[in-house]
């Protein structure tokens, strides 16, 4: 649980009962949700929670405190009891004589999403990743008292719920995880997020909310060689790294590696486009809405993604990590000063050496007991073990495995998470969405007052704005103002019957902008994928087409996150461009690839609104050409963008011998490790 050392400044203290309450601060903020929100790997004043309180600070010219955070690394936005039960086995010193157990593991009065009472979780440090307190619980563990005095509540929640590293993981639903996962994105990203705005609303009803959105983990301009390296580390020495039962049967790595930043980029479009949804339910609906709730998008580009040239994240995955918060990190991880005799435990299992396995797993388990420190599981195992319970060993290997990650998880768990300038990127964007936010307030106010006044020329208002982009709806206006800011663009497409198969073309969407002087530009945003070469010791192949989008007869929803520089009002168009034909020039590519576009219907989204439906029938595209939706209007003359896709090349591969040399390595290994033949019957 935080405490006034951990927050932004002397207005916040700890009460008798490790609650924060506040002390003076004219403006109270209270912080709910995951590492994002916790500030993973960075000094309290660098988290931009911090960085906001004392912006608003300079904003308001109030004294502002935060007075509540519970906010934790790994927290889920709901649990359930066979989850809060496996906690309780991980962390049984959390809860000394029995001390608040039932209260923990029995549901709460809203079923299994969270426990009756989830603070004793509140002690694990928050750097430590846990599912609890989840940030349904974080929210219910406030009292109603203190939520009615909160002014402005800063939330995350829900990734850890989906766990992108699944989705992004190349081996899970190889070339269907869309159809896989788009459904799950939307239950969590629209349902879920929306449900726990409902519930921050309840419970801090004069609150300004600012829900945080997630940031692109990998990228095209994410380095292939520093991927391959951290693969190397999670599956072992340059030896595992080949033959590892995962890996040595894939054919090519480099394809995964591809799949990983495209299914990384796809994902990070399409949280966008759910939770950008939640926000705008939340807003439309005058009971939840209060005074207001805003959408603070990560501003990331792909070059700010993890080993990207410019990344905005952590990006060590090997001990020592350098992040400031490490030290107190590992101090507090529950275990860690047994993590070496874990492993020394584990390897001589792994050796058969078992005088001295028994010996160093007494010596565990008495480090364990002193230190009250569980896990249950592995105390059982290790108490079997010692006493000479038959079968004990691989039920001991099995949680001694599981412990070791958890420890290990918890010495790199800045990996991938918000930096300084990172950190300082959220923040900044929040100020400006803030300010914003203000400044639309205002104008709402003025011109509710100038209704039977005549307009001023050259001057419209807010409503005559949104309706001419077709964002006004039957709701009050201040719903709809949250659409200014622009966060997700959405093509829905339907491909003609009669259209090209396996369309070569990268399509993109581009959207015209203006500026005050009337100048226009474009900002292009990649609706397809980058396609990846193979090759074959035969024949020359051509790329492969990371998933099939624009195939004939085929719907496709297309989504991209916006940086959050774009404004609404500064759009004056919006064309769909296909590019270049990458395989120009290939023997093959005309009998394998089309390079004709026939659409049926296309309709654009922003922020998950339709805005336009075209149905350009009969028309068709090639490379280089656009269709123009016009919306708001018809798109300013423009020369289409060159737009070139690079394929991603494939790194040759190993030479035989150099293979024939790791698999005799393997096998020796193996050989080694082998546990001796059984004796015969009756020896």
Not at 61 to 87: H, M, Q
Not at 305 to 313: D, E, K, V
Not at 422 to 440: D, V, W
Request: with cysteine.
């Amino acid at each position: 649980m935080p405490t006034s050392a951990n927050l932004p400044d002397v207005d916040s203290t700890t009460g008798p009962g490790g609650q924060v309450i506040s002390v003076g601060p004219q403006v109270k903020v209270a912080c709910f949700g995951d590492s994002l929100m916790w500030g993973q790997g960075l000094k309290n004043e660098q988290k931009f929670k911090t960085l906001i309180a004392h912006a608003l600070r300079g904003e308001l010219g109030k004294t502002v405190g935060i007075v509540y955070d519970r906010s934790r690394s790994g927290a889920k936005i709901t649990g359930s009891p066979k989850d809060r039960a496996e906690f309780v086995e991980t962390y049984p010193e959390l809860f000394p004589g029995g001390k608040g157990l039932d209260a923990f593991k029995v549901n709460g009065k809203e079923g299994g999403i969270f426990g009756e009472d989830e603070s004793p979780a509140s002690a694990l440090f928050g750097e430590v990743p846990s599912t609890y307190p989840t940030v349904a619980a974080q929210v219910e563990l406030m009292s109603d008292t203190q939520g009615k005095t909160i002014d402005y509540v800063l939330l995350d929640g829900g990734i850890n719920d989906i766990e992108p590293e699944v989705i992004i993981n190349p081996q899970e639903h190889d070339g269907a995880y869309i159809e896989n996962y788009d459904r799950p994105i939307r239950d969590i990203g629209l349902d879920n997020v929306l449900a726990l705005i409902k519930r921050v609303r309840s419970k801090c009803p004069k609150a300004v909310i600012l829900y945080f959105g997630f940031f692109p983990g990998l990228s095209y301009e994410s380095s292939e060689s520093m991927i391959r390296e951290f693969m190397k580390h999670e599956y072992g020495d340059d030896v595992a790294w080949w033959f590892n039962e995962h890996i040595y049967h894939v054919e090519d790595i480099d394809r995964l590696i591809n799949q990983g930043q495209t299914r990384a980029l796809w994902f990070y479009g399409r949280w966008m486009y759910w939770t950008r949804q939640a926000i705008a339910a939340a807003n439309g609906d005058d009971a939840i809405r209060g005074p207001g709730i805003l959408y603070v998008p990560s501003g990331f580009g792909e070059g700010n993604a993890a080993f990207a040239s410019r990344s905005f994240l952590w990006q060590d995955y090997e001990e020592p990590t350098v992040d400031p918060a490490r030290t107190e990190r590992l101090a507090k991880i529950p275990r860690n000063k047994q993590h070496d005799t874990m492993i020394r435990l584990f390897l001589l299992r792994i050796l058969n050496n078992d005088d001295d396995a028994k010996r160093t797993a007494k010596e565990l388990l008495a480090a364990l007991e002193a230190d009250k420190a569980g896990p249950g599981a592995l105390m059982r195992e290790l108490r079997a073990y010692v006493t000479g319970t038959a079968g004990a060993g691989g039920l001991l290997d099995d949680e001694l495995r599981k412990e070791i990650h958890l420890i290990q998880h918890g010495r790199i768990a800045s990996l991938a998470h918000p930096n300084p300038a990172g950190a300082l990127t959220y923040a900044g964007l929040a100020m400006e969405r803030f300010k914003r936010h203000r400044e639309t307030l205002d104008r709402i106010a003025r011109e509710a007052k100038a209704t039977h006044s005549p307009p001023t020329p050259g001057s419209p208002t807010l409503d005559s704005e949104l309706r001419r982009y077709n964002m006004r709806t039957n709701r009050s206006l201040q719903a709809d103002a949250g659409h200014l800011e622009v966060d997700s663009l959405c093509l829905r497409v339907t491909t003609a019957a009669d259209s090209d198969r396996n369309l070569a073309p990268p399509v993109s969407l581009v959207v015209h902008t203006k500026s005050a002087g009337g100048f226009t530009s474009v900002r292009t945003y990649l609706l397809t994928f980058r396609p990846f070469q193979l090759d074959s010791p035969l024949v020359a192949l051509p790329a492969i087409k990371a998933y099939p989008y624009f195939e004939p007869g085929v719907q496709n929803r297309l989504t991209a996150a916006v940086d959050g520089d774009l404004l609404l009002t500064d759009i004056a168009g919006v064309s769909v461009v296909l590019g270049a034909n990458p395989y120009k020039g290939t023997d093959v590519s005309s009998k394998l690839y089309g390079t004709t576009w026939r659409p049926e219907t296309v309709a654009l989204e922003v922020n998950g609104r339709e805005v336009v439906r075209r149905t350009p029938f009969g028309q068709k595209f090639g490379p280089g050409q656009s269709l123009d939706l016009g919306w708001p209007a018809s798109a300013p003359p423009f020369k289409p963008p060159q737009i070139f896709v690079p394929i991603q090349q494939k790194v040759g591969p190993l030479p035989k011998e150099l293979v024939a040399q790791m698999e005799a390595r393997v096998n020796r290994a193996r050989a080694a490790d082998a546990p001796s033949p059984a004796p015969p019957a009756g020896a």
